[in-house]
């Protein structure tokens, strides 16, 4: 989908964003509030550069915007790889993203993701998912890695996964298993008044991570919870 | 002494702490292991690829994991992030002095794909939740697969980072990124060029690790019982400091071709050696040339 038709529906009380080569930076209002906007268009990956701006947003709205909160929008295809992300330290880039966003987040900005095309690994972990709730539409391709390459990895036959991912949210990309596994709060259809979810979402109070919780309570995550808790109630 | 890149995640473990104080959370014998494994006829291991729990350093109260890189390249599975966000939420329970994670691993665990992904976003938050309760992170990277993907930002999010020469961490291998873009991009079989784009003394220079150490299990030991008492929370100050650094890296070596015309910039003459020379004549030059002292 593309970003503005998106932003159309997100946004009906209107948006300042702005597109620099797929990096998205700008407002919104939602109902009658002003919200920081920062996300990637077009599939595009995730750079130092991109992770860097994204930051200095989130900082400047920190500083400047008390309170204000932020939407993240999402459509990436990881991050980019390139030998000149490595040796700059691409994992440093996003960590401190993630972390900015967490601050924000203990200085009371609410922080919404929205998934609207692709979401793959280092494009979603330091964007969408360090968010306080992670939306997606229905038509949202999240996932690790295509199925093929991930047989040609793990050396495990293309049909076995195929198989597989019928049943297991697990192995299948798709908004739909995430949501099962707790990590999307909740899937939108275009259907829906858009503009509406988005503010509902921000009249939520921010919240611990219950993303655990929520996958076994949907069934798609069983372990990850009560192994959690056994860690906190062990006596040793 | 001992070599940190050739022992397994337990015996670094038992060489880090005093000697006997480990208690392991969850150990072996309660057969926690991933449920997604067997159906693709992969053997499980009863601790998920990490051992987890508590123990002292000179004394000093601590918590521990440690990544095991012979498991499926230490990858993070369900049952493996959660036992590692156990452990980060109990700490906060239990105030320890720090929590010590010794990471050696790939990232996503791709035999759990979604579940792996989520479980290194839940770790993220556990480890940026547990320095905002004021207790340190510290993170030893010397394995030999490294520290990579999301374990990478894991490692980044934490307070610090203590390194050995032979340690590696970045985002993405070598070998995926040749095999996206060729060989051109970035040559997997060059060891040279591996590892100094993602090497220790790289990640020194920049400032990407605290310090860098030699191959010794006992200079780890040493070095984290003197970072113990580091600063803990992720404040407004300290974004913005790693912010200007980080937009600083960009400006002066964004167009940098290869990690030798970083070191150049950087004030270091024959930067060509710098691969060549043991971890003290290292220092000797370099602790003078970091990202952080250019101004």
Known sequence: ??????????????????????????????????????????????GVDICLQHATVILNTIQYHPGQGIVILVDS?????????????LNRYMAHLAKCLHLARTKGHKTVGLVYGEAVSGGFLASGMMADECYALEAANIRVMALPAMARVTKIPQETLVELSKSNPVFAPGSSNYYKMG???????????????????????????????????????????????RVLTENT | MTSYLEANGRERLQKLLDVGSFEEFLPPQEKISSPHLEQLGIPAAFDDGVAIGRGRLKGEKVFVA?????????GVGEVHGAKLVGLLKKAQKENPKAVLLLLESGGVRLH????????????????????????????????????????????QCANLILMSEEGRTSMSGPEVIETA???????????????????????????????????NIDDFREAAFQALNCYGPITLEGMLEENK??????AKFGKAKDALEIWAKLGIQNPEQLPMLEIAEFLEIAKHHRAGDLK
Request: hydrophobic letters at 40%; one cysteine or more; aromatic letters at 6%.
């Open chain 2, 245 to 250: 650094l980080l937009a600083d890296r960009i």
């Open chain 2, 112 to 155: 759990e794909a979604n579940a792996g992904l989520i479980a290194v976003s839940e770790t993220m938050r556990a480890v940026v939740e547990t320095r905002m309760a004021g207790i340190p992170v510290i993170v030893l990277i010397g394995g030999s697969n490294g520290c990579f993907g999301g374990t990478g930002i894991v490692a």
């Open chain 2, 181 to 215: 873009r060729g060989v051109e991009e970035f040559d997997s079989q060059d060891h040279a060029l591996v590892w100094r784009t993602t090497g220790g003394k790289q990640r020194y220079l920049l400032e990407d690790c605290l310090q860098i150490l030699p191959d």
């Open chain 1, 1 to 46: 989908m593309n970003w503005k038709d998106l932003a159309t529906l997100l946004f009906p009380n209107g948006y300042r964003i702005q597109e620099d080569n797929s990096n998205l930076m700008g407002e919104a209002t939602v109902g009658n509030k002003t919200v920081t906007v920062i996300g990637v268009a077009n599939q595009a990956q995730v």
């Open chain 2, 66 to 74: 440690s990544e095991e890189g012979a498991f499926l390249g230490g």
């Open chain 1, 183 to 229: 990590a999307i709060e909740e899937v939108w259809s275009l259907q829906d008044d858009l503009g509406l979810k988005l503010k509902k979402a921000f009249e939520r109070p921010i919240q611990q991570d219950k993303r655990n919780m929520l996958g076994i309570e949907r069934g798609g995550r069983k372990l990850a919870y009560p192994v959690v808790e």
């Open chain 1, 77 to 89: 295809l990881g991050q980019f790889l390139s030998h000149r992300d490595e040796l700059l330290g």
